[in-house]
């Protein structure tokens, strides 16, 4: 059965879709089955695995709304191993489609139930906000995973978020863990970056990952490629930092 991971972060430019998608590109490298599920209506992830997310038949919008069954949206991406559920620009209408709709809190949970026992990880990108996508997405999850850049408000919006996550854990999905916080954007070459990771450490009671994403210029062209980065670079810092965080989310047990 299929584990799920919620990638959030209601701040944007934290590397939310860069995690998501490299993470979930590394994982199937070692030979894990997995689905990354964008929710985005950026629709980065999906690009950014190489799918045109402008000539798509179905995307994760039409499965929110029910116009299409979860099997009819999942498209087999180059990389082998890894699937996608994509998004577009069309999914931005989503809050709106879902007033009023009974239970619209499960309604990927219930499409995402329907395939998880074909995957070992459910790699989920989340908007940049706390809406009802997002809350979807954590209603569907098992964890979360936090990025947080390494800059002077990295821990802004965090006690929000954290907020967020126990109402839903409370209200609507009492197994939610935090998987823990990735930092991304590392500048070892300033005492800013260090002072950031050492802050977080001392203020946030969480699983802190031991692996620290760099500021990589490889990372950051690899998207414009529709490349994950193990694949545009692989022996790129970036490449190797995304390996050793899959083995430690694939090493970590709930």
């Known amino acids: 059965m299929g584990r799920i991971i919620a990638v959030t972060n209601q701040k944007g430019g934290v590397g939310k879709t860069t995690t998501s998608i490299n993470l979930s ?13 964008d929710i985005d209506p950026q629709g980065n992830s ?6 045109n997310k402008n000539n798509l ?13 979860v099997e009819d949206c999942l498209i087999q991406t180059e990389i082998e191993k890894l699937s996608l559920l994509p998004s577009n620009v069309n999914l931005s209408g989503a809050e ?11 309604i990927l949970k219930n499409n995402i ?6 995957y070992d990880f459910i790699i989920i990108d989340c908007p940049p906000s706390l809406n009802m996508l997002t809350v979807n997405a954590l209603t569907a999850a098992d964890t979360v995973l936090v990025p947080i850049q390494c800059e002077y408000y990295a821990l802004e919006g965090l006690s929000q978020l954290i907020h967020t996550i126990n109402l839903v854990k409370k209200r609507l999905n009492p197994g939610l863990e935090i998987e823990g916080v990735v930092f991304t954007m590392y500048d070892a070459r300033t005492n800013l970056s260090l002072e950031v990771v050492e802050n977080v450490k001392d203020n946030l009671k969480q699983n802190i990952y031991k ?3 760099p500021r990589n210029v490889r990372l950051a062209e690899a998207p414009s490629h529709g490349l994950p980065i193990n694949i545009y670079d692989s022996k790129s810092a970036g490449a190797e930092s995304y390996r050793l965080l899959a083995e430690e989310v694939i090493e970590k047990e709930f």
Do not use: F, P
């Open 113 to 118: 139930d329907k395939v998880k026992d074909n």
């Open 57 to 69: 038949d179905n995307t994760v919008y039409d499965l929110i709304i029910g116009q299409c069954q």
């Open 46 to 51: 999906t690009s950014g695995v190489g799918v």
């Open 96 to 106: 709106i489609d879902l007033i009023g709709i009974d239970n619209r809190e499960y």
């Open 25 to 37: 590109s590394c994982l199937a490298e070692t030979g894990k089955n997995v689905l990354l599920v």
């Open 211 to 213: 692996t620290i994403i």
